[in-house]
Every structure is written in C-alpha cells, then in structure tokens.
C-alpha cells in the first residue's frame, strides 16, 4: 500500500442506491442482465474505492460507457439485427 491508498478513508462500497436520485436505474435495455452491470460496478467500485461524490459519478460513468461500448460491440458483429434500432 502507498501513501496515497493509506491515506484514503475506507468505505464499504459498493451500493449503486447510495444515490439514487442522481443516477437512477442502470442505463440497460430490458433484454440486458442487470447481473453483469452489477458485477461491473461491484468491480470497479471495489478497485477504486470512490470516497466521495465525484468518484461515484466518475465510477458510474465508467460502468455506463464500458456497457455501451460492450452493447455497441455486440450490434456491430450483428449488423442486420443493429438495422432495427
């Protein structure tokens, strides 16, 4: 551990309720498992381990725009299904 980590206060974390008004539900479409965005998050919020509101934003955005870029991954290799949007 550096000076920086041990400096860091330790949160429990994660919980995606902690602010639900600001970010409300997790941007997936109905077909998409709200298990693997969890996991993702749990992940990242792990690693980073965000102490106050602007690293939950930034932990959130991060979670967000990695399942679109998965979602957008997945649409490219499937174009004529990516034809109905």
């Known amino acids: 551990m550096n000076k920086t980590d041990a400096s860091r ?3 429990s974390r994660p919980d995606r ?3 639900p008004a600001l970010f409300g ?4 479409f109905d077909e998409e498992d709200t ?12 690693t980073v381990m965000p102490t ?3 690293e939950d934003i930034w932990v959130r955005e991060v979670v967000d725009l990695t399942i679109e870029v998965l979602r957008l991954r997945r649409l490219k290799a499937r ?7």
């Open 25 to 28: 539900p997790p941007p997936l």
């Open 9 to 11: 206060p330790e949160k």
């Open 35 to 46: 298990k693997v965005y969890d996991q993702l998050l749990t992940q990242v919020s792990t």
């Open 52 to 54: 106050d509101i602007f």
């Open 79 to 85: 174009p004529n299904e990516g034809q109905r949007i």
């Open 17 to 19: 309720g902690e602010h």
